[in-house]
């Protein structure tokens, strides 16, 4: 009974969560994903007392004030320049992974974290705020590069059984990110003027031990066999990551889609686009990451403290109330990586963004209505917290997960590259739309970000199959369209022609494992 309860419907045995699997997770997650979350929280607390080191900055240096525009002008440029540099870590994401692998890109990777530490640590000291800028930067950069390889790499080291919850643990940590820069900005914490360099530069204590702990750990398996055909790595890599059972089934199957990706190098972003047979998979990829952002998430954040004073809470104790919504991020997020596996994938985002749809409209209403019933104060905070939650339950992770999932290996690196940048794009174009659109449409601002939410939802109800327990060969063949369809059977019939003989217990290939009918032809 015990054995069975281990097996798949079709016999197959399921992986187990081992240490080291859980490890890696935690370690990467923690030495990057959560610098993205902290990132974009960080200059919130500190903000008037940055904007002060500025003004007293241009004092010293042209013996005048500056205007209140310029001084806005440089505190924007000083966050809007993180989405930026996300822009462009994330088209560094292909040809990094290729050549360093999942792993070697996290490790090297931590350089920017350290370089962009130091000039944003000394940026006062050197009565600079060009570093405090740069640095902005460079952490851009890791978070652009960081947001898509992680994902990735989990992906990958990942049983199919358990690829959705360790996938999501990186979005965990982002929401955790999130809430340790507002509680460590408190003002009994860090939250004072002397301690902002410091705020701002204690990025490098998680990717300091992510830099210790990561190299002990091995590649990716996929990527070990499949990208650079070493076996006996794979093979040691797998040991890592795998209960002894489990490690030749996986094998046959990576070798099979080794095989079917043969005469395929790592595709470009162009030939992603020009590729027919997984236009599918591109629309879908396009849709979830824009959606991801443009869902108004970030609008949501920049207007909370407004909400939370319109609805009668003191202005000293928003902080606090803040603190409190990013704690209901951690929440939500650990409760979508505890039941993906169970509800599957399209279940939490199909919620996920029809929830965020909802609260967007009632949002909506609760601002017009706010001045006529007193309740609706009451309403809008409520709405608030139901799209932070409803964002962190599915859209926030799934979209990075299903990247992943959606295509092999031979077009996942552009595929990252495609969808990290679009989310980036996207980021900065919501927060730069978003002040113009208030302006212009009032409360009614927020049903546009309801329409897309339910847009979003509608196109995975009807275009996105459930991936769950499904190998990334299973996931790209149900996708196949009319024109390649005819294909398929070739390709089984080709897998059937290789006749693979079972490994020296965990170790080498036996000579002469592959061999093909020669009575059979192909196309």
């Not at 939250?191 to 204590?205: A, D, M, Q, R, Y």
């Not at 040691?236 to 046959?252: H, S, V």
């Not at 409190?324 to 997020?333: F, L, R």
């Not at 299973?474 to 059937?496: D, G, K, Q, R, Y």
Request: glycine share 8%.
């Amino acid at each position: 009974m015990a054995e069975e309860r281990l097996l798949y419907p079709d016999g197959k045995l399921k992986g187990h969560l081992t240490p080291s699997l859980l490890a890696v997770a935690l370690i990467t997650s923690f030495g990057s994903s959560m610098l993205y979350g902290y990132n974009l929280a960080v200059v919130n607390s500190p903000a008037e007392y940055i904007k002060a080191f500025y003004n007293h900055t241009w004092v010293m240096r042209n013996n005048t004030s500056p205007s209140k525009d310029s001084l806005i002008l440089m505190y924007s440029l000083t966050v809007s320049v993180f989405a930026i540099g996300g822009l462009i870590g994330s088209l560094l994401v292909g040809t990094l992974v290729t050549r360093l692998g999942r792993k070697g890109t996290l490790v090297n990777s931590t350089l920017l974290v350290f370089a962009s530490g130091i000039l944003m640590g000394f940026s006062r000291i050197c009565s600079s705020p060009e570093m405090v800028i740069i640095g902005r930067l460079i952490t851009g950069i890791h978070s652009g590069i960081s947001l898509s390889v992680v994902p990735m790499y989990l992906g990958e080291i990942a049983p199919k059984n358990l690829r959705g919850f360790l996938g999501l643990i990186p979005s965990i940590f982002i929401c955790i990110g999130v809430f340790v820069a507002q509680v460590l900005g408190l003002h009994e914490l860090l939250g004072k003027e002397e301690h902002w360099p410091l705020f701002l530069s204690l990025i490098v204590v998680p990717t300091f031990i992510q830099l210790l702990l990561l190299p002990w750990f091995p590649e990716s398996p996929r990527y070990l066999l499949i990208d650079k055909s070493n076996i006996h790595a794979t093979v040691t890599a797998l040991k890592w990551y795998r209960t002894k059972c489990n490690i030749q089934e996986e094998i046959e199957e990576m070798q099979e889609e080794q095989r079917s990706l043969s005469f395929l190098d790592s595709v470009s972003v162009l030939h992603l686009f020009l590729d027919k047979s997984v236009r599918w998979q591109l629309l879908s990829i396009i849709v979830i990451n824009m959606g991801m952002q443009l869902s108004g998430i970030d609008a949501i954040w920049f207007y909370t403290n407004t909400i939370f004073e319109n609805a009668g809470i003191p202005k000293p104790q928003i902080q606090y109330t803040t603190v409190g919504t990013g704690a209901i991020e951690v929440i939500a997020g650990l409760i979508g990586c505890f039941t993906i596996e169970k509800l599957g994938r399209r279940p939490l985002m199909i919620g996920g963004f029809s929830f965020m749809g909802i609260c967007c409209a009632g949002i909506t209403l609760s601002l017009i209505l706010q001045t006529r019933v007193a309740i609706m104060r009451y309403v809008s905070v409520i709405c608030v917290v139901g799209i932070i939650a409803g964002f962190c339950i599915g859209p926030a992770g799934v979209p990075f997960l299903m990247t992943a999932e959606l295509f092999t290996q031979s077009h996942r690196p552009a595929a990252y590259t495609i969808g990290g940048s679009l989310n980036w794009i996207s980021n900065f174009t919501v927060g730069f739309v978003f002040p113009f659109l208030q302006m212009s449409a009032g409360a009614f601002c927020y049903l546009v970000f309801c329409g897309i939410c339910v847009a979003v939802a509608v196109y995975v109800f009807f275009v996105i199959p459930e991936t769950k327990n499904k190998t990334f060969v299973e996931i790209s063949n149900m996708f196949a369209t009319e024109e390649t369809s005819h294909l398929i059977p070739a390709v089984h019939n080709n897998c059937e022609a290789v006749k693979l003989k079972k490994f020296n217990g965990y170790g080498t290939v036996e000579s002469g494992s592959l061999e093909f009918d020669s009575s059979l032809s192909y196309p």
